[in-house]
């Protein structure tokens, strides 16, 4: 069975350990062994890539190169799998 994390194209799963790792360690340690991300890690995964991006960003918001790294991963990342939009709808509760 292949993992997530091991399905990460090679050149951004340094990065997307990186990330993942420092902001939601328990995350990465479930995409280590899971064979398909849910909608929960899925869209976790998204929150956690986009803020970090936010971070990455230029005082005319140009992204850095690191910045523009991360938006490749979160692009790539969403590509293999996307996010449903009941699924977000879903997780951010009832109106």
Request: proline fraction near 7%; glycine fraction near 6%.
């Amino acid at each position: 069975m292949t993992t997530v994390l091991a399905s990460i194209p090679s050149d951004m799963r340094e990065l997307f350990e990186d990330v993942i790792g420092q902001r939601d360690p328990s995350l990465l340690s479930a995409l280590k062994v899971a064979g398909d991300a849910s909608p929960d890690q899925r869209i976790a995964v998204e929150e956690v890539l986009s803020s970090e991006f936010s971070r990455e960003l230029w005082p005319d918001y140009e992204p850095t190169d690191r910045g523009r790294a991360i938006d490749n991963l979160l692009g790539q990342f969403l590509l293999r799998w996307p996010i449903e939009a009941e699924w977000r709808h879903k997780a951010s509760g009832p109106d």
